[in-house]
């Protein structure tokens, strides 16, 4: 039965899966019970709003454009997967105050980045692509000059998060010395060594590779200075950020031969659409590998982001666990086999024991429980021991810090 403005979880829920979302996603959130619906491309703002009638849970990647206008105008809508890393194109703000989840796969293309890391530091220290480039142009330039083992050589890590902390490991698997600079204190994996700033890297470092994140503080965290203060003759990838490097001050030192190679994969103004012309001042130098942000694109990395993003949504509308959402409280509350509801709501003092006083009120006790907060919003998930009557629920939804209740029926573990 149901009861207005309390959200459902038991009926058959209904997900769109837009902009050829890997197929793992549809048997994910079909064994989930969800009835799938997939398309190829992107939908504009209006043809949204028009699919997304009775739709429950929206799986996009980077086209579609999930605007405040889509969530106003669609209030039934539940959670929105970004089946990609980033999640700019979803106003998350607005997301969370009408009480979509929002996720999407920060982990799932972190070996990618490093598998291709590792191939390009190899290539760059045996100059392979100049190699290679000669003899499709039908010259044998059969050499040693300028061509090196990579074991022995110390790379330069600067950003030790996920991608930086397990290229360190395979560096090192390599017989490479690894440095790392970080702004943060970090543990230091395997043999690896912490710099106490960037400029000691610099001096150490034979090959500099960037895995900064996207902080605005990191604009221009590389330029002619940097570039001065490595060592001669050393390498320099990055991977990371397009706004990072100054590629003026890179394409310099290249023609100087300061640096001996790099291999660049972002930039900071990317083509939009597959097939757009691409400009740089990086094109047509020697040892110097451009890659057009592939770093992370792999059928691997796809898959598992299909796996990953289609498994948060699912947990979501099974047992209301947020984890690793990005907008908002993140929670999960373990077993329990009865009846569970969520209340997402402004984060004002008091919000928890008034939910309690109505759940007492009916009769009912707290099995479990479990709150977070997140800047302006509070979630909590409550496990009863009895079936919720309707003027519980009722009452639940009409308290005046209530953004969302959700019921679940179903056993969890
Ligand atoms: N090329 C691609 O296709 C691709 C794919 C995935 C990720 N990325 C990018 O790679 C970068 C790293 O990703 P991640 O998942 O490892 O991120 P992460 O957040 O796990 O790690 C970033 C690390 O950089 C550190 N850091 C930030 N600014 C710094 C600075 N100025 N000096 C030193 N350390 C600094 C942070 O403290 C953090 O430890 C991100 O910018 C991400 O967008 C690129």
Partial sequence: MSTPGVEEVDDVPRALLLENIDPVAVEVLGNAGYEVESVRGALDEGDLVAALDGVDVLGIRSKTQVTAEVLRRRPDLKAVGAFCIGTNQ?????????????FNAPYSNTRSVVELAI?????LARRLLDRDRALHSGTWDKS?????EVRGRTLGIVGYGNIGSQLSVLAEALGMRVVFYDLE???ALGNAESCSSLDELLERAEAVTLHVDGRGGNAGLFGAEQFAKMRPRSLFLNLSRGFVVDHEALRDHILSGHIAGAAVDVFPDEPREQGDPFTSVLRGLPNVILTPHVGGSTQEAQYDIGRFVAGKLADYSRAGTTTLSVNLPTVALHGGSGERFAVL???VPGVLARVDALVGEHGLNV???VLATRGELG???TDVNA???DDLLTALRALPETIRLTTFAHRRD
């Fill in 144 to 148: 040693a000059s300028g061509s090196h």
């Fill in 367 to 369: 099995d479990g429980q």
């Fill in 379 to 381: 979630y909590v998930l």
């Fill in 119 to 123: 191939a390009e530091i190899i290539s």
């Fill in 185 to 187: 204190e970090k543990l």
């Fill in 90 to 102: 979803i106003d998350l703000a607005t997301a969370a105050g009408t009480g979509v989840a929002v």
């Fill in 345 to 347: 709501h402004r984060n």
């Fill in 387 to 389: 079936v919720m009557p």
